[in-house]
């Protein structure tokens, strides 16, 4: 029996699938297993999977047809063996020995939990773009729209359980499912933030975040802002009172663009309003 579960959404992701399984091979964490949802790629994915099967009895691959990156997560949910689960895109990376601090961490957290660490989010280019530090996860702080909430899977881990009380995610939420099981983790268990880096995001040309049209931008602004007031509809009066003071005392959160300075690290240069998928 498995403890985590890292579960890849792909389809033709042959660019990127090695690297993928490399990264969570080099993690070195006995506890994992890591299951592969392909969605019937045709472009060599899964013969490269089953390739590494042979030496690494921790991958599990199914290939078949689905209805989209929440249908092959809810499948992949299903079927996994651990009790603490993530989600890894094909062309994202954890930072090293991730899962097994992540590991460790569980131990003493009541089942279900929600871990949440920092981010990185890379440009095309190599270039680090932004990073994401949710420090803020209460639910008035998240609706808010004064604070980063967790841009990407990769930079946190929950138990499957949680799924029991919020269920599965919406396969009709096609661009921000995400942030709509945030929202509904939030009304029910206290989010765990974790001041540590844990996820890499990247934005390669392939990658569904740079490829989104205008219409599905202004389709995926539609939806945040909706799930947004529905959130804020269902506030306590006491979590309501907390998000106007919130609202009057904080600023729209920022997006940190910054670039390299080998001497000294990463320096921040410009600080612009953020959003992942537009402005609200």
């Not at 946190?156 to 995400?178: A, P, Q, R």
């Amino acid at each position: 029996m498995k403890e985590i579960t890292i579960i890849t959404p792909v389809y033709n992701g042959v660019k990127y699938i090695e690297n993928c399984l490399e990264n969570v091979i080099g993690q070195n964490c006995p506890v994992v297993e890591h299951l592969i949802m392909d969605g019937g790629s045709t472009d060599g994915t899964v013969e490269i999977v089953r390739s590494y099967q042979e030496q690494n009895p921790h991958i599990r691959l199914i290939s078949e047809k689905d209805k989209g990156q929440s249908d092959a997560m809810n499948k992949g949910i299903t079927l996994a063996e651990g009790s603490l689960i993530s989600f890894l895109n094909v062309d994202d990376y954890y930072e090293p020995n991730v899962l097994n601090r992540v590991s460790e961490l569980s131990k003493g957290l009541p089942d279900p939990s929600f871990l949440c660490g920092n981010l990185k989010i890379w440009n095309a280019d190599g270039s680090l773009k932004h990073f994401n530090k949710p420090a803020h996860l209460s639910l008035p702080e998240l609706v808010s729209d004064r604070f980063e909430w967790p841009y990407n899977p990769t930079a946190y881990f929950y138990h499957k359980s949680l799924h029991d009380k919020v269920g599965l995610y919406n396969i009709e939420n096609h661009f921000c499912m995400d942030y709509e099981f945030i929202l509904n983790a939030a009304r029910v268990i206290e989010l765990t933030y974790i001041d540590e880096t844990w996820g890499n995001f990247c934005q390669v040309p392939e990658s569904k975040t740079l490829n989104i049209s205008n219409n599905a931008i202004d389709e995926a602004d539609r939806a945040l802002i909706d799930l947004r007031e529905k959130a804020i509809a269902m506030l306590s009066e006491a979590q309501k009172i907390t998000l106007q003071k919130i609202l009057e005392t904080h600023h729209h959160a920022p997006y940190e663009v910054v670039e390299p300075k080998p001497e000294a690290g990463w320096k921040k240069i410009k600080n612009t309003i953020f959003s992942m998928l537009g402005r609200f």
